[in-house]
């Protein structure tokens, strides 16, 4: 069983930063991929960025290509997305998902609001 536990949420004007941290817990493997997801008010949950386990591969929306970036460390097992130049639209929880042996596990969400 895996535990994630995001952070690094909270109030931004826009055109700021903030940087999310995804932690995970309990039985671990660098081998799994990290990825990036996001939900906002009377929204679908949308794909934001991913990464492979070796860190060689990324990919992200177009709606954020250029402003964040994915990446991760492993000896942490930790993830991260860098999120720049932020915008109101960007408001959203975002949620880390770990998929590694065939089984995918999701954090429970940090709020990011980006006010104009």
């Known amino acids: 069983q895996v535990q994630l536990v995001e952070s690094g949420g909270g109030l931004v004007q826009a055109g700021g930063s903030l940087r999310l941290s995804c932690a995970a817990s309990g039985r671990t493997f660098s081998s799994g991929a990290w990825g990036w997801f996001r939900q906002a008010p009377g929204k679908e949950r949308e794909f934001v960025a991913v990464i492979s386990w070796s860190g060689e591969t990324t990919d992200y929306a177009d709606s954020v290509k250029g402003r964040f970036t994915i990446s991760r460390d492993n000896a942490k097992n930790t993830g991260y997305l860098q999120m720049n130049s932020l915008k109101t639209e960007d408001t959203a929880v975002y949620y880390c998902?770990?998929?590694?042996?065939?089984?995918?596990?999701w954090g429970k969400g940090t709020l990011v609001t980006v006010s104009s």
């Open positions: 998902k770990y998929v590694v042996g065939g089984m995918t596990y």
